[in-house]
């Protein structure tokens, strides 16, 4: 059997964001790949920092982080950019002036404004669902010498979006989550670039090459890779640009797509 590589997202393709459970089929699903002596690696928007829990619960050869700021491979970090301690001072100038809400992503941590000036309630879903993970370290953006990886920012009705925009346009990349949702990475960062990476460095067969996911940030992971997978709970965004869309995630879909395609 010709070893392939399986490139899994988190939030919503292994782990329910309602329940915040990962279903049982999708553990040993991947354990049987591996098995069978495929590779698994998570391929995620979250920071190293985020994962601490799922590193516990099951067994991957690899992580790539951040929307491929942050690259491991068996306990070792291949690849780690960051923005910068400048940088970062300029983004939260400009993320007060602007009046937008963010969380600012590092491998160490995830950082807020303080919770009196937060305006978006799911920032503070973000904060309650890192609490229920055991994650959240009440960090602000006040921290010594911050440097981050990434972000996500939330519009509310104060801010002026295209006025960040544009400031940051040439050196970040947006990517729209929802129409007042984006993500944001270091230009020549991606899931894409992280997969391009890591089977260059492991010398994958492109041919062998699989991606699961569930929403808009997936995209370039799933636009890359041989194989795409969605999710029968994904964005129906996702669903024009994929090669198979397996059941929903409660409903056995690691599983139900890894059978597909002979892998278990």
Same mark, same amino acid.
Request: aromatic share 12%.
């Given at each position: 059997?010709?070893? %392939?590589?399986?490139? !899994?997202?988190?939030?919503?393709?292994?782990?329910? +964001?309602?329940?915040?459970?990962?279903?049982? $089929?999708?553990?040993?699903?991947? /354990?049987?790949? /591996?098995?069978?002596?495929?590779?698994? &690696?998570?391929?995620?928007?979250?920071?190293?920092?985020?994962?601490?829990?799922?590193?516990? @619960?099951?067994?991957?050869?690899?992580?790539?982080?951040?929307?491929?700021?942050?690259?491991?491979?068996?306990?070792?970090?291949?690849?780690?950019?960051?923005?910068?301690?400048? &940088?970062?001072?300029?983004?939260?100038? %400009?993320?007060?002036?602007?009046?937008?809400?963010?969380?600012? @992503? %590092?491998?160490?941590? *995830?950082?807020?404004?303080?919770?009196?000036?937060?305006?978006?309630?799911? *920032?503070?879903?973000?904060? +309650?669902?890192?609490?229920?993970?055991?994650?959240? #370290?009440?960090?602000?953006?006040?921290?010594?010498?911050?440097? *981050?990886?990434?972000?996500?920012? &939330?519009?509310?009705?104060? $801010?002026?979006?295209?006025?960040?925009? =544009?400031? !940051?346009?040439?050196?970040?990349? !947006?990517?729209? /989550?929802?129409?007042?949702?984006? #993500?944001?990475?270091?230009?020549?960062? %991606?899931?894409?670039?992280?997969?391009? !990476?890591?089977?260059?460095?492991?010398?994958?067969? &492109?041919?062998?090459?699989?991606?699961?996911?569930?929403?808009?940030?997936?995209?370039?992971?799933?636009?890359? *890779?041989?194989? $795409?997978?969605?999710?029968?709970?994904?964005?129906? =965004?996702?669903? +024009?640009?994929?090669?198979?869309?397996?059941?929903?995630?409660?409903?056995?879909?690691?599983?139900?797509?890894?059978?597909?395609?002979?892998?278990?």
């Amino acid at each position: 059997m010709n070893k %392939s590589i399986i490139f !899994f997202d988190i939030d919503g393709t292994l782990i329910d +964001e309602k329940t915040h459970i990962i279903p049982d $089929s999708a553990k040993k699903a991947i /354990r049987l790949a /591996r098995k069978n002596g495929h590779l698994a &690696f998570i391929n995620t928007g979250r920071t190293l920092c985020q994962i601490k829990n799922l590193k516990k @619960e099951i067994d991957f050869d690899g992580f790539i982080c951040g929307c491929g700021t942050y690259i491991e491979y068996n306990n070792e970090t291949l690849y780690h950019k960051c923005l910068g301690i400048d &940088f970062t001072k300029k983004l939260i100038k %400009s993320l007060k002036k602007y009046k937008l809400d963010a969380a600012l @992503e %590092s491998i160490d941590g *995830v950082y807020y404004d303080y919770l009196y000036n937060i305006k978006h309630k799911e *920032v503070l879903n973000i904060i +309650e669902a890192h609490k229920h993970e055991g994650t959240y #370290e009440d960090l602000t953006w006040d921290s010594h010498n911050l440097n *981050v990886d990434k972000l996500v920012l &939330f519009i509310t009705e104060y $801010s002026n979006f295209e006025g960040f925009f =544009q400031e !940051f346009k040439d050196t970040l990349d !947006f990517i729209k /989550r929802a129409d007042d949702f984006y #993500e944001l990475a270091p230009k020549g960062c %991606s899931k894409a670039t992280g997969i391009e !990476f890591i089977i260059n460095h492991l010398n994958i067969d &492109f041919e062998n090459t699989f991606g699961i996911g569930d929403s808009t940030n997936d995209l370039t992971m799933l636009q890359y *890779v041989k194989n $795409s997978i969605a999710m029968g709970n994904s964005n129906p =965004q996702l669903f +024009e640009y994929v090669n198979y869309i397996t059941t929903d995630l409660l409903n056995d879909g690691i599983y139900s797509a890894l059978a597909h395609y002979n892998l278990i």
